[in-house]
């Protein structure tokens, strides 16, 4: 079972929105350097919405070889169509990677055995290890607690991203599934908080411009050091505000080229940050040390 901080990997672009495949070789690098847990390819944060079927495929393979085993790999293979998650997911495991997370299909709003539906039809497809992930801020669907219960037996389905940020929602989580399976953060101010009540670990935005103290942080939770956590967590408290300033990735994407880890490019329709808003990102990542 994987633990600890999971980062979200942006995928770096260049000013004209190619794919800047050194820069994304360079990231793997750093993370692994910088302690961080596994990684997610090609998740929300990795502008998956944006990306061309093949450039999807390209950078999971791209990610995975880079990590060479060095840490796992998650695969965002996530769709409205489950005949396109079945495919993605397929590709996901044909290149290599560990897993695969699967945000709820967003847009045309399943009801909960709509979900059920989707994700049986997936793990009957593909063997390989399925995340869910609940995002229901994004997508407009929400998977409720009793949703993942039921999907927890099948074998294939072996942990949940939960980016709520809802305490009292993580706990019913976790009474109801987490002895079966993982339980992740999907919220940054509040990850430490969901470990603390059983959850496995996090998956983060803001591992991709902190990862060294998102490591530490989520392995402070795990020790059951909620002091020192809280603490931690205090003063990355600017940083997690930062990156949602704008949509995630716009402000995350500004911070990494801020930090000289990545060019300037995002694809339409999203754009650069604000340029108002520039001057508070900076000012999160000097207060955190981070620049």
Known sequence: ???GSIVAL????HADGRVDWESLDNLVDFHID???DAIVAVGTTGESATLETQEHIDVIERVVKRS???RPIIAGTGANNTA????LTHEAKRVGADACLLVTPYYNKPPQRGLIAHHEAIANAVDIPQWLYNVPGRTAVDML???VSVLADIPQITAVKEATGDMARAKQLIDLVGDRIAVYSGDDETAYQLILLGGKGNISVTANV???MMHELCMLALDGKADEARALNDKLMGV???MFVEANPIPVKWAIERMGKSGPGIRLPLVGLDPELQPNVELALKEAGLI
Request: hydrophobic share 40%; no cysteine; proline share 12%.
């Open 34 to 36: 910088q302690g961080t």
């Open 68 to 70: 060479a085993g060095r």
């Open 84 to 87: 396109e998650a079945i495919e």
């Open 145 to 147: 607690p009793e949703t």
């Open 10 to 13: 942006v995928t770096p672009m």
């Open 1 to 3: 079972m994987i633990t």
């Open 210 to 212: 902190a990862p060294a």
């Open 240 to 242: 997690h505000n930062a």
